[in-house]
Nanobody, 124 residues
């Protein structure tokens, strides 16, 4: 099993920044990619970005490209999501998830482990 815990969410004004963290524990050697998803009220959960432990270049959804950046620490236990130039439409619960895929997985069904989510609210 792999446990994932997100942190860093909160309330921020439009144009501001937040950095989310996803701390992984347990059998982390069994997964190779960590992705970020978000779900806004009344909407389906959507893929934002993902990074692999092996260093494959991250993929970003068009909605966040140029504003959000994902990275991982060298110990391969924490993944970060730096969110800049936040917009009210970025308001959502943000989830990190871990996948056994050796590529940048973009679909929910490719992820085996999920965190509990952290709320991000962007005020206008």
């Amino acid at each position: 099993q792999v446990q994932l815990v997100e942190s860093g969410g909160g309330l921020v004004q439009a144009g501001g920044s937040l950095r989310l963290s996803c701390a992984a524990s347990g059998r982390t050697f069994s997964v190779n990619a960590v992705g970020w998803f978000r779900q806004a009220p009344g909407k389906e959960r959507e893929f934002i970005t993902a990074v692999t432990w092996s260093g494959v270049s991250p993929v970003y959804a068009d909605s966040v490209k140029g504003r959000f950046t994902t990275s991982r620490d060298n110990a391969k236990t924490t993944v970060y999501l730096q969110m800049n130039s936040l917009k009210p439409e970025d308001t959502a619960v943000y989830y990190c998830a871990a996948s056994r895929a050796f590529y940048v997985a973009t679909r929910e069904e490719e992820y085996s482990y999920w965190g509990q989510g952290t709320q991000v609210t962007v005020s206008s």
